[in-house]
């Protein structure tokens, strides 16, 4: 997740209508510029809003929170501050996630104009297959791209698995109705998933939207 992910992320859960004190009230817009520092302690909130974005920037592992290397300094000399358990920090992350999927899908719900969407499929290691979908946009002459979601495949690349999932990806959102195109390279699942979309999504019109 990029920095300015996170800041559009804060905005959003800053503006909801939230219960104060709760893990997502903290999440608002602070700008950007040089980092500055608080002598002040964080609050029990804060720290744990501090540490979802920690976690998930820095991709760290959510039982983190139990290394001695990190409560080590933490802790040390502050005998009555309290970190959050890993049980905790994996809960809040999934809390987070929620709301901030939830202004995701209502930015582009109002988003005046269709939406051009990218994909790409491929196997891991273990043998599961998984798609990606992107979603690319402009805003004041600005072009944007963002991650909608990575989701399992059923079985295999077929075109009709893979239209399935792009499909329940977009209806997910709340956006299927707003393709201008879609963006895929030239293997041949990816034909048979344009050839698929029209019996899915109404409004997608087929080979002549794929770039």
Same mark, same amino acid.
């Given at each position: 997740?990029?920095?300015?992910?996170?800041?559009?992320?804060?905005e959003g859960l800053g503006d909801a209508?939230?219960?104060?004190?709760?893990?997502?009230?903290?999440?608002?817009?602070?700008?950007?510029?040089?980092?500055?520092?608080?002598?002040?302690?964080?609050?029990?909130?804060?720290?744990?809003?501090?540490?979802?974005?920690?976690?998930?920037?820095?991709?760290?592992?959510?039982?983190?929170?139990?290394?001695?290397?990190?409560?080590?300094?933490?802790?040390?000399?502050?005998?009555?501050?309290?970190?959050? /358990?890993?049980?905790? #920090? %994996?809960?809040? &992350?999934?809390?987070?996630?929620?709301?901030?999927? $939830? !202004?995701?899908?209502?930015?582009?719900?109002?988003?005046?104009?269709?939406?051009?969407?990218?994909?790409?499929?491929?196997?891991?290691?273990? /043998?599961?297959?998984? #798609? %990606?979908?992107? &979603?690319?946009?402009?805003?004041?002459?600005?072009? $944007? !791209?963002?991650?909608?979601?990575?989701?399992?495949?059923?079985?295999?690349?077929?075109?009709?698995?893979?239209?399935?999932?792009?499909?329940?990806?977009?209806?997910?959102?709340?956006?299927?109705?707003?393709?201008?195109?879609?963006?895929?390279?030239?293997?041949?699942?990816?034909?048979?998933?344009?050839?698929?979309?029209?019996?899915?999504?109404?409004?997608?019109?087929?080979?002549?939207?794929?770039?």
């Open positions: 997740m990029k920095a300015a992910d996170v800041d559009s992320i804060r209508k939230l219960v104060d004190g709760s893990i997502t009230a903290v999440f608002k817009q602070t700008g950007k510029g040089k980092v500055t520092y608080s002598h002040k302690q964080h609050t029990a909130s804060q720290t744990c809003a501090e540490i979802v974005c920690w976690v998930a920037e820095s991709m760290c592992p959510f039982n983190i929170m139990e290394d001695r290397g990190f409560k080590s300094p933490m802790l040390t000399g502050r005998h009555n501050y309290r970190l959050p /358990s890993r049980v905790t #920090v %994996a809960r809040d &992350v999934k809390r987070v996630f929620k709301k901030a999927r $939830k !202004c995701i899908a209502k930015m582009l719900q109002d988003y005046d104009g269709a939406l051009n969407f990218g994909t790409d499929a491929w196997t891991s290691p273990n /043998s599961k297959a998984y #798609v %990606a979908v992107t &979603v690319h946009y402009e805003t004041e002459g600005v072009p $944007k !791209c963002l991650l909608l979601d990575i989701a399992e495949v059923a079985r295999s690349h077929t075109g009709l698995n893979l239209a399935i999932a792009f499909a329940k990806i977009l209806e997910d959102f709340s956006i299927e109705d707003k393709i201008l195109s879609l963006t895929c390279d030239n293997a041949s699942s990816n034909d048979a998933l344009i050839s698929q979309l029209p019996t899915l999504l109404d409004t997608f019109p087929g080979a002549a939207n794929r770039t």
